[in-house]
């Protein structure tokens, strides 16, 4: 049994898995740390895999490490592929999990792996397996924030799916120019992708995915536990090569 802990700036997930099958999930709001540990306590686990973006109590590592054999994702972690990006300290750790996600499912297609939450993410995958980076950008409610921040007059707005890609009203085409802009960004990076690699398999997750993945041309695979699917293959990938 392995036990998964991805640790958000406002919130954790966790989740367990037996193999490659995953099995249960939990979620809190906020970083109750001694709710966490009890939970992973009452879990029958052998490794755990902590990915974290907020500073966590040294006493909390110090129970999960006493608890399982325990892996903390950082920048010099053993990965199931090579990370060939040029400052990898810098690399966003939800990056590399959905890599390695995207790994898993497709071990020997170029990937594209699109992660649409807070900013949007889009990374090339090759099927020899190296990272070889792409771009960041702002996510589908950034965009309608930054539009109504940025402006005197435009409204703040909810992200909501277009029924058109032009609007009639400034609602619509602030909804429309913020929805297809990620759209359309998208299909150009794989069009770029396919340009430099050839053929490529889209992998997407993220919360924003399900709002505008309808309006995508290309065949996408949707995962919304990429990013946990990705962890547990990277602590499986140290675990078997442990020294």
Not at 90 to 118: E, I, M, Q, S, Y
Not at 173 to 197: C, H, I, K, S
Request: aromatic share 10%; net charge neutral; hydrophobic share 45%.
């Amino acid at each position: 049994m392995h036990l998964v802990l991805d640790i958000g700036n406002s919130r954790v997930k966790a989740a367990t898995f037996a193999g490659d099958h995953l099995q249960g999930r939990a979620q809190w709001q906020g970083h109750p740390w001694e709710e966490v540990v009890r939970w992973a306590y009452n879990q029958n686990a052998t490794a755990i895999i902590l990915s974290s973006v907020a500073v966590v109590p040294p006493s909390v590592v110090e129970a999960l490490q006493q608890r399982a054999r325990f892996v903390e994702l950082t920048h010099t972690t053993p990965l199931p592929f090579r990370n060939a990006y040029g400052t990898p300290e810098t690399l966003g750790k939800d990056r590399l999990a959905a890599a390695a996600g995207a790994r898993h499912f497709f071990p020997d297609r170029h990937c594209v792996v699109v992660d649409a939450g807070t900013c949007m993410t889009c990374d090339l995958l090759t099927a020899e397996g190296v990272f070889l980076g792409g771009n960041i950008s702002p996510g589908w409610h950034m965009r309608l924030e930054a539009m109504h921040a940025f402006t005197a007059r435009l409204p703040r707005l909810e992200a909501t799916a277009p029924a058109s890609w032009y609007g009639r009203t400034t609602a619509e085409a602030m909804q429309a120019g913020a929805a297809f802009g990620m759209v359309w960004e998208v299909e150009g990076f794989v069009r770029r992708a396919e340009a430099l690699l050839g053929s490529v398999q889209v992998v997407a997750t993220g919360g924003d995915t399900g709002l505008f993945a309808r309006y995508w041309k290309t065949e996408i695979f949707a995962n919304p536990d990429l990013v946990l699917i990705g962890l547990n293959q990277i602590l499986k990938h140290n675990v078997e090569h442990a020294a």
